[in-house]
């Protein structure tokens, strides 16, 4: 069984998950209305943290937001007794950007930047924790992939426990690529409600720390079992029927009977879509009448951090048996049935499910129990897949099952070139960054090698990656700090969130399994074979694209992926 065994969050509302929640109690809100916010020229509303709190919450040797996340992870051990060297102990970063404010334009402008898992390094070893951290960059959903990730490497008996923190901090890249696709709002978000206009942002650092126990005692919080999915739509608009929810919330469910959740804790950005597709999968899943906890009208969306903070959040309200009020709800304004309110309510439920959606089309639910009466989860079967196929394409050579074939370009003219001559036509091809375009053509020529009967509609997407999307990061850096203006491109600025790929290539496939994107600080074999190992072992995927593709110039790149299957 997978238990809750502390949690903590560090948020402009409070230091502690105590003071967030008596915060929240009292009907507090850190969202506040920002102007001409280093030099960002709309007005847009924020939840982020004053100076004197970053002045206080700062350690030592590290950046804010090194200093975020070890505050929070520093707070939940305090209130356990697990211990933090032992190679059993695992620990995930949840982030959509990590400490992207760190980096400049070019590779000399950087001050203390490192790469997303260089930073969950630094972390972990500030703790003395000896394993390797892996960093979860599944966009909205990183917070519930990474509670998933954690549950299935110790059901996998990989680990004993895991700690799971989920942060994001809001600087002027993050701003400017919300301004850029015309989604922040500049008032205060109003989820569900007909007079909805955008999201606002938000930063925290929240963690959850994971224990793999015998027994099902009762009065422990358990994550029961989750999932995730694709809906194959669109990259940056979710299925407008919700799709790859209801198929998400129908698998983390499976026989639950729905009158025992309390609520559903929903994503609720308060954007158009967003919320119309939530209440549309709500209703076809089954689950109008559940009540909804929806937290963005006081913390705002706080990205990699959005899926842990709110989980933990949910659990201390239950705990006390409240459903809190959703902020800035006043008339419905969506066409699905739910149950919300902007006053708090009262329940005796005891378990609740987290959904989730995120850019890149893919979907998460997560169930929540303290019941006694649930089964022990057996340890999870080994899985050894086979390898179907394999591409390996560098700057300068190719190699498709074994092999070799002659190029005569190098770098990024390179992916042109076996683009035009050796794939179909794809207009979106040129609209792609250099990193999308190399797993692009990597996945795609995978895919060629296949027979018909080989293809699989539900085949998972699981890639790994050392260097984020720092060549996209660094041209949406451009548009905003430059002596020209500011001027984000929504077409650069798409392309800044990692996970971004394999969303393609679920498009690009009509895939509609799980897909996920893990960031390593270096290509680590074994640690890759273990998340592939649970992969298959937590979930109904029968296939998987996956492997390591990396890109730290537009030159210099590799792409090491297979298709496998069990």
């Known amino acids: ?94 982030t959509t950007k990590a400490n992207v404010e760190e980096l400049g ?37 990183s917070g519930v992939t990474a509670q998933l990730l954690a549950a299935r490497l110790m059901e996998s008996e990989y680990y004993d426990h895991a700690i799971v923190c989920g942060i994001d901090c809001q600087s002027l890249f993050e ?47 358990k994550l029961v079992r989750g999932c995730l999915d694709n809906d194959s739509y669109h990259l940056s608009a979710p299925s407008p029927d919700g799709d790859g929810t209801v198929r998400a919330i129908s698998s983390a469910l499976q026989a639950w009977d ?32 559940v009540p909804l906890s929806a937290l963005k009208g006081y913390y705002g969306h706080t990205f990699g951090a959005a899926g842990v903070l709110e989980t933990a959040v949910v659990m201390r309200a239950l705990d006390d048996g409240y459903i809190l009020p959703v902020r800035g709800f006043d008339e419905i304004g969506v066409s699905g049935r739910i149950s919300i309110d902007n006053r708090r309510r009262e329940t005796s439920g005891r378990s609740f499910l987290k959904i989730i959606s995120g850019f ?3 979907n998460g639910a997560l169930l929540f129990s303290k019941e ?45 070139v076996i683009y035009r001559n050796m794939l179909e ?22 895919v060629k090698e296949e027979s018909p009967e080989d293809r699989d509609d539900y085949r998972a997407v699981v890639l790994f990656n050392g260097a984020s999307t720092v060549v996209a990061d660094r041209k949406h850096i451009a548009t905003v700090s430059g002596g020209e203006g500011f001027f984000p491109s929504p077409s650069v600025a798409l392309f800044t969130l990692p996970n971004i790929v394999t969303g393609e290539i679920a498009i690009s496939n009509g895939y509609k399994g799980e897909t996920s994107l893990y960031i390593l600080d270096r290509r680590n074999s074994p640690l890759m074979e273990q998340i592939v190992e649970a992969t298959f072992a937590g979930s109904e995927a029968r296939s998987m694209m996956t492997g390591w593709v990396d890109c730290t110039s537009e030159d210099t790149f590799e792409a090491d992926i297979r298709i496998l299957t069990i």
């Open 425 to 446: 036509d794809c207009p979106r091809f040129y609209k792609m960054d250099v990193f999308n375009r190399l797993v692009y053509v990597a996945s795609q020529l995978l």
């Open 258 to 289: 729905r009158d025992r959740l309390a609520l559903v804790s929903v994503h609720g950005t308060a954007t158009m879509f967003n919320d119309q597709m939530e209440s549309r999968a709500i209703e076809r899943a089954g689950l109008s009448s």
């Open 1 to 94: 069984m997978i238990r809750v065994l502390s949690s903590n969050i560090v948020s402009p509302l409070g230091d502690t998950l105590e003071q967030n929640y008596q915060a929240l109690l009292a009907g507090h809100s850190a969202l506040a209305p920002y102007e001409n916010w280093h030099g960002a020229p709309e007005r847009f509303v924020a939840s982020m943290f004053r100076e004197e709190q970053t002045e206080k919450l700062a350690v030592d040797g590290f950046t804010r937001f090194e200093s975020l996340a070890i505050r929070s992870v520093a707070e939940a051990l305090s209130h356990t007794d697990i211990d933090v060297s032992s190679p059993r102990t695992l620990f995930i970063l949840s």
């Open 372 to 416: 006694a009466d649930i089964p022990g989860q057996r340890a999870a079967d080994t899985v050894k897949p086979s390898v179907m196929h394999s591409v390996h394409l560098t700057d300068s050579s190719l190699n498709i099952d074994g092999r070799e074939i002659p190029v005569a370009e190098r770098g990024k003219p390179l992916l042109t």
């Open 175 to 221: 701003v400017a690529v919300f301004l850029s696709f015309k989604s922040l709002s500049p008032e205060e978000c109003r989820p569900f409600d007909i007079e909805r206009r955008g999201l606002n942002l938000g930063e925290a650092a929240s963690t959850i720390i994971y224990g793999r126990c015998a027994g099902t005692e009762d009065g422990q919080w």
């Open 105 to 141: 334009p070019v590779p000399d402008r950087d001050r203390a930047y490192l790469a997303p898992g260089d930073t969950a390094r630094k972390i972990a070893r500030h703790f003395g924790m000896t394993s390797e951290p892996v960093v979860v960059c599944n966009a909205c959903i």
């Open 360 to 362: 890149g089309g893919c």
